[in-house]
């Protein structure tokens, strides 16, 4: 198994790519050791000392580390966790549990505004923002400020605020006038 590496524009955040699928469907973002107990492949990557964040994409795993854990260090443990896990044939996630799969639901009266942010969101800025290991997704919808929710390498990434600001803060409010502003949520 030949496990490929790539940078993030996050410094904290490395990006593994088995050449396999790692989640069928959606995504799952694990923020710290505690939430990884429902993914067999999160619980490997947390025991390795240094990782405190492992995001789970359609074919990525994006691990985020301490400050002052050297990636010269972390990496080759990371490797070997990533590859013992899937010569397991362990699912990644157990049962049918997916963590941050989607768009949080909205119904009311800016439901067709919503539809649109979340069309766009899936369309033009999710695949981009995979690229980089991350995700974003939909979080909610109130007078004309839309909140989105960051996960793997965006979150806490030093140009996530420019991507939001000046990318798909723009982006929306070119396409659907009713938005005004871009925010994050935590």
């Given at each position: 198994?030949?496990?490929?590496?790539?940078?993030?524009?996050?410094?904290?955040?490395?990006?593994?790519?088995?050449g396999?699928?790692?989640?069928?469907?959606?995504?799952?973002?694990?923020?710290?050791?505690e939430t990884?107990?429902?993914?067999?492949?999160?619980?490997?990557?947390?025991?390795?000392?240094?990782?405190?964040?492992?995001?789970?994409?359609?074919?990525?795993?994006?691990?985020?580390?301490t400050e002052?854990?050297?990636?010269?260090?972390?990496?080759?443990?990371?490797?070997?966790a990533?590859m013992?896990?899937?010569?397991?044939?362990?699912?990644?996630?157990?049962?049918?549990?997916?963590?941050?799969a989607?768009?949080a639901?909205?119904?009311?009266p800016d439901?067709e505004?919503?539809?649109?942010?979340?069309?766009?969101?899936?369309?033009?800025v999710?695949?981009?923002?995979?690229?980089?290991?991350g995700?974003?997704?939909?979080?909610g919808?109130?007078?004309?400020?839309?909140?989105?929710?960051?996960?793997?390498?965006?979150?806490?990434?030093?140009?996530?605020t420019?991507t939001?600001?000046?990318?798909?803060e723009?982006?929306?409010?070119?396409?659907?006038?009713?938005?005004?502003?871009?925010?994050?949520?935590?």
């Amino acid at each position: 198994m030949f496990i490929q590496t790539e940078t993030t524009p996050n410094p904290a955040t490395l990006k593994f790519l088995p050449g396999e699928t790692v989640l069928a469907s959606g995504t799952a973002d694990f923020p710290n050791a505690e939430t990884g107990g429902k993914s067999p492949l999160a619980q490997r990557i947390f025991a390795v000392e240094g990782v405190t964040g492992v995001f789970l994409g359609r074919d990525f795993v994006t691990v985020t580390k301490t400050e002052d854990a050297p990636w010269d260090h972390l990496k080759p443990s990371i490797l070997g966790a990533i590859m013992e896990h899937f010569q397991s044939g362990a699912p990644a996630i157990e049962g049918d549990a997916q963590e941050g799969a989607g768009h949080a639901a909205h119904d009311g009266p800016d439901s067709e505004i919503v539809g649109q942010i979340k069309e766009l969101l899936d369309t033009r800025v999710r695949p981009a923002v995979a690229q980089d290991g991350g995700d974003i997704t939909f979080h909610g919808f109130d007078r004309g400020i839309v909140y989105l929710h960051m996960q793997g390498a965006c979150a806490g990434c030093p140009s996530s605020t420019l991507t939001l600001k000046m990318g798909i803060e723009n982006l929306l409010r070119h396409y659907i006038p009713e938005v005004v502003e871009v925010r994050p949520v935590a």
